[in-house]
């Protein structure tokens, strides 16, 4: 097919020219003295990312899922309870993997569409009164379902419950995009990954950690090799790795870091808000519903509920045979029911107007009734008429 694909899911998400550029380089030797000019000021900016002055960030060869892993292993017990409330695919993923952890996990059920019930997690941990649960899993913003939670919420419950539970959270589709500030929400494991707000492929698992995560990892009792901490620990120090990392995602995050702190955190929150604006307008246009329920939809990713006589999976297919643009599909429990537009990273409007008018097509083509171009023409007067 001409022209280039449209990339609409949440994550890859697309990579500015500069930074493929910025990752294009000879190989090099990790080990050389000059080495530490690169590590050591990555690891210091990407705490203005998560926004943390007290925190230690860290860098994997990996991904979000590890991130998952490395928080778990290294500053809990086997046999620990944890607690997490399931709202959608990512948080189940995360949930399951504390058990096959072997971690005792108290999950509760919540409606995909809603998030973290800060009411109920207060009740829950007041009535701990023992304080058995050691950690709170919270996942900021839920890819599968377009739902962000309330994490100053969270926060506030679990101090208003005077609980000591640490507080970990995925902020793998959040981190870089959306509202993050590990420091005053205090947060103890802030987890997330090179391929979406960072704007870079995968293969980064971006970390911080608070000092109380530090302490508890001193004593942690899991097995753990590849991702220790304490390995990172000793050789970031001297701004080395513990073992090769990769060196162009390592330069990608320098100019990823460049472009995001030159625009200022509040700006790109800004940014990612208007554009997540312009796209819920459309879908409203459409007269179709976002899987978030009011007050939890996602700046970064919006899930769009299809009527129930249709299959989303057929939209996302229309849309990339025929017109060659790439939507995120419904994961496990929304499968077939909801599409999803990425409206994360290197997006500005006229980007948006392309995924809105594809996805407009592609609805049309399903015999789903929307009036034709009222989608992009809402999008089209919320752009215009906020535009900077
Ligand atoms: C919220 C969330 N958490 C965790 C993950 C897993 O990350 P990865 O696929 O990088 O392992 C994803 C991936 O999309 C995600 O969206």
Same mark, same amino acid.
């Given at each position: 097919m001409a022209g280039r694909n449209h990339l609409y899911v949440p994550g890859p998400t697309n990579i500015p020219t500069e930074i493929m550029n910025a990752m294009n380089v000879d190989m090099e030797d990790?080990? #050389? @003295?000059? $080495?530490p000019n690169l590590v050591k000021p990555l690891l210091q900016d990407l705490k203005k990312i998560f926004r943390t002055e007290t925190g230690q960030a860290f860098i994997f060869p990996a991904t979000g899922t590890a991130g998952w892993e490395i928080a778990l292993t290294n500053m809990l017990n086997p046999g620990d309870k944890v607690l997490i409330y399931r709202f959608g695919q990512f948080g189940h993923l995360w949930m399951q993997m504390a058990k096959r952890l072997g971690l005792d996990v108290e999950c509760h059920e919540i409606e995909w569409g809603k998030g973290i019930p800060v009411d109920d997690l207060e009740a829950r941990l007041k009535a701990d009164t023992d304080h058995q649960i050691k950690a709170v899993l919270a996942t900021h913003n839920e890819t599968a379902t377009g739902v962000t939670s309330d994490i100053a919420g969270t926060r506030k419950a679990m101090d208003a419950a005077k609980h000591p539970a640490l507080l970990f959270v995925? +902020?793998? #589709? =959040?981190?870089?995009s959306i509202d993050f500030r590990m420091d005053e929400w205090g947060i103890d494991a802030a987890i997330s990954g =090179?391929? %979406? +707000? $960072?704007?870079? @492929?995968?293969g980064g698992a971006f970390l911080a950690f608070s000092q109380k995560a530090l302490k508890a990892a001193e004593t942690a009792t899991f097995p753990r090799c590849f991702l220790d901490l304490q390995d990172h620990i000793t050789t970031n120090k001297d701004g080395y790795t513990p073992y090769t990392p990769s060196t162009p995602i390592l330069h990608g995050l320098r100019k990823s870091l460049d472009i995001l702190l030159a625009e200022g955190m509040e700006n790109v929150y800004a940014r990612h808000h208007r554009l997540a604006e312009g796209t819920r307008r459309a879908i409203a246009a459409w007269g179709l519903k976002l899987c978030a329920h009011p007050g939890f939809e996602s700046d970064t990713v919006s899930a769009v509920v299809v009527p129930a006589? %249709?299959?989303?999976r057929d939209v996302i297919s229309t849309a990339f045979n025929k017109y060659n643009i790439s939507l995120g599909g419904g994961l496990s429990e929304v499968a077939g029911k909801v599409f999803r537009i990425g409206h994360m990273g290197n997006m500005n409007d006229v980007s948006m107007l392309g995924a809105i008018a594809g996805v407009e097509m592609a609805l049309l083509d399903n015999g789903i009734d929307i009036t034709p171009g009222a989608g992009v023409a809402a999008a089209i007067e919320y752009y215009r008429s906020t535009a900077l």
């Open positions: 990790h080990r #050389s @003295p000059i $080495f995925d +902020g793998v #589709s =959040s981190i870089a =090179s391929q %979406k +707000g $960072f704007m870079l @492929p995968a006589d %249709k299959d989303a």
